[in-house]
């Protein structure tokens, strides 16, 4: 199956009151660690898409073998980037089979949990949705087959994916992702988990 990777990375980061996308764990970047995480997959393309603060992050990623797009959009909502990540996939390789969506602000995202979505994905043709499921919510790493592409493409403003999501619950499988419940939005959030993170 081929799966392209599409890293969500355009937000202004307003609750964390800087780039997010440039906080530093273990010495790297959230940005840099969710693309070395999507290039230890065999998924291709990964797709990065920035909006704001793009040209202070494109210098933490302009030398990995990804595709960049620029989002002049950011600004209208999630949907924009959905859309833009998808064409800047499907411009890279027109053979697309699923997209997997991701964010930088989920630092336990890794290879073996989306290569668990991807072999879950193939072990049924009746699924169209692979998500991560985490106190008693669905939500990503998303993985989307080809045939909802066009739903996706029909989301506005700040819609997200979920919508898609919620509306193919029938056709959709999901994997227990207790860290999931984590995510980086405050910076509280953030010292906290580095306190935790270089005590262990």
């Given amino acids: 199956m081929n799966v392209s990777i ?3 990375a355009a937000g202004a980061s ?3 009151g800087a780039p997010k996308q440039l906080l530093l764990i273990d010495g790297k970047t959230l940005i840099k660690r969710i693309c070395e995480t999507a290039m230890d997959t065999t998924c291709y393309p990964i797709v ?3 909006g704001a603060n ?4 494109r210098q933490e990623t302009e030398r990995m073998p990804i595709t960049i797009i620029d989002n002049p959009q950011w600004e209208k909502g999630m949907s924009s980037s959905i859309k833009m990540g998808l064409a800047g996939a499907y411009m890279t390789e027109k ?3 699923a997209a997997i969506f991701l964010t930088v602000d989920m630092p336990y ?4 949990l989306i290569n668990k979505m991807i072999e879950k994905a193939k072990s049924d043709d009746n699924i169209e949705v692979v998500a991560c499921k985490y106190d008693n ?11 909802l592409f066009t739903d996706l493409l029909e989301l506005t403003g700040d819609e997200g994916a979920k919508k898609v999501v919620m509306k193919n619950k029938d056709k959709t499988a999901l994997i227990d992702f207790p860290e999931g419940k984590l995510d980086l939005d405050t910076i509280d959030e953030y010292r906290n988990f580095v306190s935790n993170y270089n005590s262990n």
Avoid: H, W
């Fill in 6 to 8: 599409i890293i969500l």
């Fill in 14 to 16: 307003s609750r964390m």
């Fill in 48 to 50: 990065t898409v920035l």
């Fill in 54 to 57: 793009r040209n202070l992050i």
């Fill in 95 to 97: 053979e697309i089979e």
């Fill in 109 to 112: 995202v890794n290879a073996e």
């Fill in 137 to 147: 919510q669905i939500g990503i790493p998303v993985l989307f087959k080809r045939s």
